[in-house]
């Protein structure tokens, strides 16, 4: 036993559903304070505060001041792919209501993912840059070829600068919802904040985010991608 480090420390952690409610509000760059977070798990400020506590010590989330105020985020990539891969594995939501199917169906067809996106848009994305040849496969990497430097040179995006970060440049990441990969890592995030700044994309209530018109139109004429297949 020792001879390994203990993950099942990790995985009680992770184990309690408050806990798990308040990480999977957190799987966005967007820090939440306590009193956020206590009204997603639905418990008391009090406990959502023990909770929050353990998290940190288990280096899961991080804590930012500002002010008098404290904000909580997942303390990095690799958390945050954690609980992705987790989310594959469990079984589907229990769908109660409409408000529920309605968020549900948003939040499948297009959501974020710690820094990157998720969902059928950020799969039809991948596909799309697979398709062109402007990414190619390699085991659990995707590889930026040669028409695709100069594609995301004519996109904005400085490759150079996103591969001297201390991360993943290009990682594949399994999709929950769809089964298939999406990209995630430093290109993932500069596709996801590209896209922002173009007002291709909007964010909605939550993770979930919406193509606009003028979105509609650029993935089309960028990424030769057929919209029509988000729904």
Same mark, same amino acid.
């Given at each position: ?30 820090? $939440? ?22 998290? @940190? ?14 904000? !909580? ?27 529920? !199917? ?27 840059? @697979? *398709? &062109? *040849?402007?990414?190619? %496969? ?7 070829? &040669?028409?695709?430097? %100069?594609? !995301? ?20 990441? /399994? ?35 919406? @193509?606009?018109? =003028?979105?509609? &139109?650029? $993935? *089309? ?5 057929? =919209?029509?297949? /988000?729904?």
């Amino acid at each position: 036993m020792g001879s390994r480090p203990d993950f099942s420390y990790v995985a009680k952690l992770m184990a309690d559903s408050s806990r798990a409610a308040m990480l999977e509000a957190l799987l966005d760059l967007d820090g $939440l304070p306590a009193s956020e977070l206590a009204k997603r798990a639905n418990v008391s400020l009090q406990t959502a505060s023990g909770h929050l506590s353990k998290l @940190v010590e288990g280096n899961l989330l991080r804590v930012e001041k500002h002010g008098r105020h404290r904000y !909580f985020r997942i303390a990095n990539a690799e958390v945050a792919q954690a609980i992705e891969m987790l989310t594959v594995l469990a079984p589907s939501a229990q769908v109660n209501s409409l408000k529920d !199917f309605s968020r549900s169906e948003k939040i499948q067809i297009a959501r974020t993912c710690y820094d990157h996106l998720a969902g059928k848009l950020g799969v039809l994305i991948t596909e799309a840059l @697979v *398709e &062109k *040849e402007y990414v190619a %496969e390699d085991q659990d990497v995707f590889i930026v070829t &040669k028409a695709g430097e %100069e594609f !995301f040179n004519s996109f904005k995006i400085d490759l150079d600068a996103l591969r001297q970060k201390r991360r993943h440049f290009a990682r594949k990441c /399994l999709d929950w919802s769809e089964r298939r990969y999406h990209l995630a890592g430093s290109l993932g995030n500069a596709i996801l904040l590209q896209l922002f700044d173009l007002g291709w994309i909007e964010r909605l209530p939550g993770r979930a985010v919406k @193509v606009t018109d =003028t979105g509609i &139109k650029g $993935l *089309e004429k960028s990424f030769g991608m057929d =919209t029509s297949k /988000l729904g």
